[in-house]
């Protein structure tokens, strides 16, 4: 595992250095975004409108190399704009229907602003991400792999946006939030944005390396300790599940999936060789629980009424929680 572990931090380092060319700052979103491509997860970016959300996107499929398509969501986008569709076509032996592919058909998709669509529209991606897959008039169609869907949206207070469904939230590995630049940050961007030059990434990694990279995620060991802690967060996080936390009993009307225990594992494993360790800890799993669960949990109206979002709901679930002990086994039971 040593020569992997050296191997797979240099090819991260390879990696952030190069978008580091392009993006200014954002060093926690761009290591958490790359979290989820080399766990073969999907992500998720909010913040307002500016923040270099799309730029990321790009300028990771520069780096990588892959076949990339954006979208842009808006309210009168159909799901056949994103899956395709069959048009009718004139042959030497007379007309025939074709299937025409979207834009769903590629390795990197942005889906941009995907909350400013209806959610019939939004739902066209879930058997895409799920399965790398899309059924069109009863014919399934494979997608390229890999296929990493990154969708960007603005926050649900803003004008003319609709909130995902339950079902498409829980398909993202993680939900990022992009917080606003600092001075220096910002005095940068004005720097490169602003002048004549213009930075563009290049390739520094090939889908070979991606899939080994992958492969090494997923050999990383957990102590049975850290799974069970890992999986104690999920059942407690569900008020009428086995062993809820008082915060899932007062705040939460639903916890999160078991696809929320597989983003702890899978983001764990991925923060200990980033950190250059060659095995997951009870820390890798509670530096992963915001991205991971934030938006894998039902806020309730109590909540609400006093001001208390995803984020602080997490943050009071890891400190009901503990890492060892009789709490966690019973939970696990």
Not at 78 to 86: F, K, N, Q
Not at 96 to 113: C, K
Not at 154 to 162: I, K, R, W
């Amino acid at each position: 595992m040593g020569d992997e572990l050296a191997w797979f931090t240099e090819r991260m380092e390879r990696l952030r250095a190069e978008i580091g060319r392009v993006l200014v700052g954002q060093r926690e979103v761009v290591d958490q975004v790359l979290t989820c491509l080399v766990a073969d997860g999907h992500v998720l970016l909010e913040g307002v409108p500016g923040l270099g959300k799309t730029l990321l996107v790009q300028t990771l499929s520069q780096c990588l190399a892959v076949e990339y398509r954006r979208v842009q969501f808006t309210p009168d986008l159909m799901p056949a704009d994103i899956l395709g569709t069959h048009i009718l076509e004139e042959t030497p032996t007379g007309r025939r229907l074709s299937f025409r592919e979207g834009p769903v058909f590629t390795q990197l998709l942005l889906a941009d602003e995907i909350n400013r669509a209806t959610p019939k529209t939004q739902s066209a991606l879930l058997e895409a991400m799920q399965e790398r897959q899309v059924t069109v008039a009863g014919v399934r169609r494979p997608l390229p792999l890999p296929f990493f869907v990154m969708a960007t949206q603005n926050p649900l207070d803003m004008e003319g946006t609709y909130p995902l469904p339950e079902a498409q939230l829980d398909r993202f590995l993680f939900k990022i939030h992009v917080p606003f630049p600092t001075l220096d940050e910002l005095t940068e961007i004005m720097g490169r944005t602003t002048g004549n030059a213009v930075q563009s990434a290049r390739p520094v990694l090939d889908i070979g390396e991606l899939n080994q990279l992958r492969r090494v995620v997923r050999e990383v060991p957990v102590a049975p300790e850290v799974v069970r802690y890992a999986m104690a967060l999920v059942v407690g996080s569900q008020a009428s599940g086995p062993a809820p936390t008082p915060v899932a009993t007062r705040y939460l009307r639903w916890g999160a999936s078991p696809r929320g225990g597989q983003a702890l594992i899978l983001g764990a494993r991925v923060r200990a060789l980033i950190a250059g360790r060659a095995h997951a800890s009870f820390s890798d799993v509670r530096a992963v629980a915001l991205p991971a669960l934030r938006h894998r949990l039902g806020v309730g109206f109590e909540a609400e009424a006093e001001g208390l979002g995803p984020d602080a709901l997490v943050a009071q679930l890891l400190d009901q929680v503990p890492e060892v002990g009789a709490p966690v086994r019973q939970a696990i039971r």
